[in-house]
């Protein structure tokens, strides 16, 4: 490659975890094709991840991300990648870590750290609706819902996520609607004055650790439900806690987000 080897860096937000590659100025196009990312994130041999992030110049934010799935598909927005985007901006000194927003294929995202913890205004949610007359509900399921926050979420109270078989009913249910892309499939249980979550993620087509968006869809039904108020802890796979607030105004719900956006390390990448 006629570009030096880019440097980059691994983030996780509760888990859900990420390479970071820096494209503010110049990065060689062979670390941007799909194959680069799907060998990026191979958790055998390559840096191992869930997504890949490019960090952007921006006109219109303090910043722009650009998120690929590990199979190399483009995401309109990830949550935690979001929180970890806002950590690592304020690290490079990209973006003042009081306030900064970041351009999103979703929209703008405001964004800040407090108390050294990321924290995002997501895009007002609209797009809210049961869907139990389209699938069938298996035992211990109580309610399904579907929520729109920046990517389609299918969100399932249930009895106890640990009784759940994820990769088979989460695969099932990823197409339930009938979108191109499929949506992100979520089940949620009380635990420890709290709910737990678990996610089947499109793209990653198996369960995360954590899911952002996922958290604030989550969150938003349950308020829906009448079984959760603002602020909504809820509990990764990973076993971090992220919270979620989300108000109504009018047909629209405005979520907010606040979880791990931790650097775990940095390197130089070699061949793609």
Known sequence: MS???PRFWKLTGSGNDFVFLDARTTLDPAWRTPDAVRHL????????ADGVVYLEPSSA???????FNADGSPAELCGNATLCTTRLAAHLRAADPAGM??????GIV???LVDGEPEIDLEPVTL????EPLTSREPGERRI????VGVPHLVIRVEDVETVDIASRGRTLRHTLGLSGGANVNFVSPVDGGWAMRTFERGVEGETLACGTGSVAVGILLQVWGEASPPTRIRTRSGRWVTVSATRQG?????????EGRIVFEGQLIEP
């Open 3 to 5: 570009q030096p080897a």
């Open 41 to 48: 994130t191979a958790r055998g041999t390559g840096v191992g």
């Open 61 to 67: 934010a303090s910043i722009r991300m650009r998120y």
């Open 101 to 106: 927003t970041i351009e999103t294929d979703a």
């Open 110 to 112: 405001r964004a800040r």
């Open 128 to 131: 809210l609706r049961s869907v």
């Open 145 to 148: 819902g579907y929520a729109v």
């Open 251 to 259: 047909d629209s719900w405005l979520p907010r987000l606040r979880g």
